[in-house]
């Protein structure tokens, strides 16, 4: 069985998996913007909002990329590949920045580390997946990419949760005037 066959098995999965992803974006979006003064008044929230945000949209890119209707296996691998390079690119200094923050945290250090780590998992079992693909093990492949997703769905999911409680409970951190 070909890459493109066997993930045309999994299009309703993908089907799913991108329209929540998509939906759960915008709530994100209209929760957190319900207290954006908070969201940026707190590095530690305004991180972990971005790396929520990055995982949904991970999942959503991943999601497209899975539909695809003709992929060669070798294309579909690059992608998937870049995808996670690109997606740890954008939250590794956050992250870092996040976690190192103590001055006005408004998380616990060791809630961030756990939320910002299986992310990372995740992209680097995305990329590992890409590779797995380029070898042409498309059955483990395909597992590992759901795995990922389901994993990264689940933590965007708690992330978003605990944004939504955090900048509910938290005071604007008033800045210094210039």
Known sequence: MTFGEAAQGWHDFYVTAGAAAATLVGLLFV???LHIRVVVSHPDVRSLARVTLTDFFLVL???LLMLT???APATAAAWLVVIAIISLGIVFRPAMEAIRNGRR???RPRVLIARFGLSALCTAGLAVAGVSVSVGDV????LGILAVVVVLLTVAVRNTWDLLVTVADRPVVRT???
């Open 105 to 107: 945290r408004a998380i």
């Open 176 to 178: 210094e005037q210039r």
């Open 139 to 142: 059955q483990d492949s395909l």
């Open 61 to 63: 890119l991943v999601a």
């Open 69 to 71: 209707p003709t992929q």
């Open 31 to 33: 929760g957190l913007s």
